[in-house]
C-alpha cells in the first residue's frame, strides 16, 4: 500500500494564508479521492474537505483543496487564518477500501 | 442528527480481549459502510477495519488482521469490534466512523484502549 507524507508543523499569522501538502509515495494522487480532517485538541476528527476540493455544509470557504499531479500530492488551503483553526490537520485517501491517513501536521496560528 | 456514541474500551491485559461497541442515532444507518480508526494519544490516525453497510464484507489492517473482528447489528444500529490477543501496541483512543463513500463523514468521541499489565 501507499503512504501519504505531511510536514510534521506549519505556523503562521492571523488573517495569512496556509497550504498543508499531503504527498502521495505510489500510484497516483489522481486515482484515488483525497479528503482533509481537522483534529482540534481534546475533540474528534471532522471533515472540512472531501473528494479533493469538495467542502461539507457548514466548513467556511476559507478552507480549499486541491490535488498536483505533478508532484503527486494534494494541497490545503486555509486563507484568512484564524486563531480556531489551529489544530491538527490530517489527509486520507484509500485503495480498495483500505483507508490511508497522513501522519497529521499541527497548525499554528501566532 | 447523526450521532455515534462508541463503548466498551478500559484496561485489560496482554493477551486478554475487550469488545467495542458504537451505537448510532439519526438517519438510516443500514446504507452505511461503517470504519474503525484509531489514534494513540499524541499521535496520529490510523484505520483499523471497516463493515460494509449489511454486513457481508469486511476489510482489516494487516496490524490487527486475525485478531480483530468487526460486525454490525442493524436492527440495534450498532457497529462492534472485538479485539483478542490484545498487545501494548494496541494502546489507543478507538473511533467508529460513519462512511459515505471514501469519507468519514460523522466521527463518534472515542473510547481509551490500554493494554497493560
Known amino acids: 500500500n501507499f503512504m501519504l507524507t505531511q510536514p510534521h508543523s506549519v505556523s503562521e499569522s492571523p488573517g495569512k494564508t496556509v497550504t498543508i501538502s499531503c504527498t502521495r509515495s505510489?500510484?497516483?494522487?489522481?486515482?484515488?479521492?483525497v479528503q482533509w480532517y481537522q483534529q482540534r485538541p481534546g475533540s474528534s476528527p471532522t471533515t472540512v474537505i472531501y473528494?479533493?476540493?469538495?467542502?461539507p455544509s457548514g466548513v467556511p470557504d476559507r478552507f480549499s483543496g486541491s490535488i498536483d499531479s505533478s508532484s503527486n500530492s494534494a494541497s490545503l488551503t486555509i486563507s484568512g487564518l484564524k486563531t480556531e483553526d489551529e489544530a491538527d490537520y490530517y489527509c486520507?485517501?484509500?485503495?480498495?477500501?483500505?483507508?490511508?491517513f497522513g501522519g497529521g501536521t499541527k497548525l499554528t496560528v501566532l | 442528527e447523526v450521532q455515534l456514541v462508541e463503548s466498551g474500551g478500559g484496561l485489560v491485559q496482554p493477551g486478554g480481549s475487550l469488545r467495542l461497541s458504537c451505537a448510532a442515532s439519526?438517519?438510516?444507518?443500514?446504507?452505511?459502510?461503517m470504519h474503525w480508526v484509531r489514534q494513540v494519544p499524541g499521535k496520529g490516525l490510523v484505520w483499523v477495519s471497516r463493515i460494509n453497510s449489511d454486513g457481508s464484507s469486511t476489510t482489516y489492517a494487516d496490524s490487527v488482521k486475525g485478531r480483530f473482528t468487526i460486525s454490525r447489528d442493524n436492527a440495534r444500529k450498532t457497529v462492534s469490534l472485538q479485539m483478542n490477543s490484545l498487545r501494548a501496541e494496541d494502546t489507543a483512543v478507538y473511533y467508529c466512523a460513519r462512511a459515505v463513500g471514501n469519507v468519514a463523514r460523522y466521527w463518534g468521541q472515542g473510547t481509551l484502549v490500554t493494554v497493560s499489565s
Open positions: 486520507q485517501s484509500y485503495d480498495s477500501s483500505i483507508w490511508v
Open positions: 439519526g438517519s438510516t444507518f443500514s446504507n452505511y459502510w
Open positions: 505510489s500510484g497516483s494522487i489522481a486515482s484515488n479521492y
Open positions: 473528494e479533493d476540493n469538495q467542502r
